[in-house]
C-alpha cells in the first residue's frame, strides 16, 4: 500500500509459479530389453554425434512405438481384418492423436466481449485509485503516489485538470454526487474537497483497437511501461489549494468517501480509526473505533447512511448513521489475510476482497457466513461492483484483472495482449454506467489508467 513518502518501493510483487515437466518412460520388461540390446548393438558401428544416453533414450521410444504398431497388426490379423481396414484404424488412431495435440494450441475465438478503449498516460508514479463523476459532465478520476490527482476526458485521454495541494502520495478519489466537487486522501495525514471546472476538448478519432476474448495473453516484462514522465499532465490547468481541510487523524488517510446526499464525508486512517466529519463547517462529528490494525478502505451506500471499513485485521466492519443517536457496528470476519475493500451493491449486499486471493459476497442480515466465495490465483486489490448487471470487478497483483457474477461464476478475464493491458500490479476498478463507451476503468502501478469496453449483454449471453 502507499506510504506517505509516496514511494512505490513496498509495492507487492506478483509471484508466477512455473510448472516443470519430465518425461516418463515405460518400463520394459526381459524380452523388451534383450531387442533393445540387439538393436543398439546392430547401431554400435554407426557413426553418430548423438550422446549414448540420448541414443538409447531415442531406442527405447522408437521401441515403443514399434510395439504399439506391432499390437494393433497382430489384433487385426486374429479378428481376420483386411490390410484396409488395419490402415484405417491406423489412420483413424492417428489423426485423433494429432487432433488433441494441435487443439491444445488453439486460442478461444469467442466474440469479443472486453476492448481496450483508451489509455490515460500522465503520472509520474503508480496509480492507487480511479473514479468516474457521477454529473455531467463524465470525467475520470486518478489518484497517485506522485502526490497529484487528475482529471481526465475519457474520450479523448486528454488530462483536464491537476490537483496539487497534497504533499504525500494521494491515494483515494471520490466525486460528490451532485456537484463538481472531489474529494480526495493522501499520506499527507489529510483529506481535501476541492472545486473543479472542466471543459470537454472535441473528440478525435481513435485509432481501431483489436478486439479479444479476454483469454489471450502475452506476458510483459516490468520494463514495458508507458513511455513518458507524466508530461500528459504538464500542460493542464493546476488547483493547489482546496476548498476544505479535514484533518484530525494521526497516521496516512489510505481512503475517503461522501455519505449520500454530499453534506457529511467519511475517512479511514492507517491510525486505526475512520471519521465522519461535516463537509461545511469541516468539523470531526464522529471517530468510529473498534479495529485492531490499519485501515485499508472505506465504502458508503449509495442511498442509505451506512458505511463500510476494511482492515488489515481480516474483517470489515459496517456501521449505521440511519438512526442519529445509534452508530451501530457490525463485524464480518470470513478472510485469513488483510481485507483490502469491501464495497456495498444492490440490496443488502456487501462484496469484499483481500489478499487471501478471494472474493466474497454478504447478506448484511447474515453475518455468519458469505453466500457467495470466488477463488483466485492472486491477491485481490479495491474491487468495484456493476449495480445494474451485478457485475465483480477484480483488479490483481498479477496484472490481471477478471470478471465475475455476484453468484461466483467467472465470466471473462480482461485481455493482455498485442502490448495492451496492465504491465504490473492492477490497484483499483470502477465501472460508469452512464457512459456509452467506456464502462470499465482500471488503473495500476504501471502508471497508467485504462478505459474499457465491456459488452455485457455477450458477457451475460456466453454465462
Known amino acids: 500500500m502507499p506510504t506517505e513518502s509516496g514511494s512505490c518501493a513496498t509495492a507487492r510483487q506478483a509471484k508466477q509459479k512455473r510448472k516443470s515437466h519430465s518425461l516418463s518412460i515405460r518400463r520394459t520388461n526381459?524380452?523388451?530389453?534383450?531387442?533393445?540390446?540387439?538393436?543398439?548393438?546392430?547401431?554400435?558401428?554407426?557413426d553418430s554425434k548423438l550422446p549414448s544416453s540420448v541414443r538409447n533414450t531415442l531406442l527405447e521410444l522408437f521401441g515403443q512405438i514399434e510395439r504399439e504398431f506391432e499390437n494393433l497388426y497382430i489384433e487385426n490379423l486374429e479378428s481376420s481384418h483386411s490390410t484396409s481396414q488395419l490402415s484405417q484404424k491406423l489412420k483413424?488412431?492417428?489423426?485423433?492423436?494429432?487432433?488433441?495435440?494441435?487443439?491444445?494450441?488453439?486460442?478461444?475465438?469467442?466474440?469479443?466481449?472486453?476492448?481496450?478503449?483508451?489509455?490515460?498516460?500522465?503520472?509520474?508514479?503508480?496509480?492507487?485509485?480511479?473514479?468516474?463523476?457521477?454529473?455531467?459532465?463524465?470525467?475520470?478520476?486518478?489518484?497517485?503516489?506522485?502526490?497529484?490527482a487528475l482529471l481526465w476526458s475519457i474520450e479523448t485521454g486528454k488530462c483536464l485538470v491537476k490537483y496539487g495541494g497534497h504533499a504525500g502520495s494521494v491515494n483515494s478519489i471520490k466525486f460528490h454526487p451532485t456537484e463538481q466537487v472531489a474529494l480526495t486522501a493522501s499520506g499527507d495525514q489529510t483529506a481535501h474537497i476541492w472545486r473543479y471546472m472542466v471543459q470537454l476538448p472535441t473528440p478525435q478519432p481513435t485509432a481501431d483497437c483489436n478486439q479479444m476474448s479476454g483469454e489471450d495473453e502475452v506476458e510483459f516484462s516490468d520494463k514495458d511501461e508507458p513511455e513518458g514522465d507524466g508530461d500528459g499532465s504538464s500542460d493542464c490547468p493546476t488547483i493547489r489549494a482546496p476548498l476544505t481541510f479535514l484533518k484530525s487523524h494521526q497516521g496516512v488517510v489510505i481512503a475517503a468517501d461522501w455519505l449520500v446526499g454530499g453534506k457529511q464525508a467519511v475517512t479511514a486512517s492507517w491510525d486505526r480509526t475512520a471519521n465522519l466529519y461535516d463537509v461545511e463547517t469541516s468539523e470531526l462529528v464522529h471517530s468510529l473505533t473498534g479495529h485492531d490494525q490499519e485501515l485499508t478502505h472505506c465504502c458508503t451506500h449509495p442511498t442509505q447512511r451506512?458505511?463500510?471499513?476494511?482492515?488489515?485485521?481480516?474483517?470489515?466492519?459496517?456501521?449505521?448513521?440511519?438512526d442519529p443517536s445509534i452508530h451501530s457496528v457490525n463485524?464480518?470476519?470470513?478472510?485469513?489475510?488483510?481485507?483490502?475493500?469491501?464495497?456495498?451493491?444492490?440490496?443488502?449486499?456487501?462484496?469484499?476482497?483481500?489478499?487471501?486471493?478471494?472474493v466474497k459476497v454478504w447478506d448484511l442480515k447474515n453475518m455468519r457466513?458469505?453466500?457467495?466465495?470466488?477463488?483466485?490465483?492472486?491477491?485481490?486489490?479495491?474491487?468495484?461492483?456493476?449495480?445494474?448487471?451485478?457485475?465483480?470487478?477484480?483488479?490483481?497483483?498479477?496484472?490481471?484483472?477478471?470478471?465475475?457474477?455476484?453468484?461466483?461464476?467467472?465470466?471473462?478475464?480482461?485481455?493482455?495482449?498485442?502490448?495492451?493491458?496492465?504491465?504490473?500490479?492492477?490497484?483499483?476498478?470502477?465501472w460508469s454506467e452512464d457512459h456509452p463507451i467506456c464502462n470499465l476503468f482500471t488503473c495500476g502501478f504501471d502508471r497508467q489508467a485504462i478505459g474499457w469496453n465491456i459488452n455485457i449483454p455477450a458477457l451475460l449471453q456466453e454465462k
Open 30 to 46: 526381459s524380452s523388451e530389453q534383450e531387442r533393445s540390446g540387439l538393436q543398439r548393438e546392430m547401431l554400435e558401428g554407426q
Open 92 to 148: 483413424t488412431t492417428y489423426k485423433a492423436s494429432t487432433s488433441k495435440i494441435v487443439s491444445s494450441f488453439k486460442t478461444t475465438t469467442s466474440r469479443a466481449i472486453c476492448q481496450l478503449v483508451k489509455e490515460y498516460i500522465g503520472h509520474r508514479d503508480g496509480i492507487w485509485d480511479v473514479s468516474v463523476t457521477k454529473t455531467q459532465p463524465l470525467v475520470l478520476g486518478t489518484a497517485s503516489a506522485d502526490h497529484t
Open 306 to 322: 451506512l458505511v463500510v471499513t476494511s482492515s488489515r485485521d481480516t474483517t470489515f466492519r459496517l456501521w449505521d448513521f440511519r
Open 331 to 358: 463485524v464480518f470476519q470470513g478472510h485469513t489475510d488483510t481485507v483490502t475493500s469491501a464495497v456495498f451493491t444492490v440490496g443488502d449486499n456487501v462484496v469484499s476482497g483481500s489478499d487471501d486471493r478471494t
Open 369 to 430: 457466513s458469505p453466500i457467495a466465495t470466488i477463488r483466485t490465483d492472486s491477491a485481490v486489490n479495491r474491487i468495484n461492483v456493476c449495480v445494474g448487471q451485478r457485475i465483480i470487478a477484480l483488479p490483481h497483483d498479477n496484472r490481471q484483472v477478471r470478471l465475475f457474477d455476484m453468484s461466483g461464476v467467472r465470466l471473462a478475464r480482461l485481455p493482455r495482449s498485442n502490448r495492451q493491458g496492465h504491465r504490473r500490479m492492477v490497484c483499483c476498478s470502477a
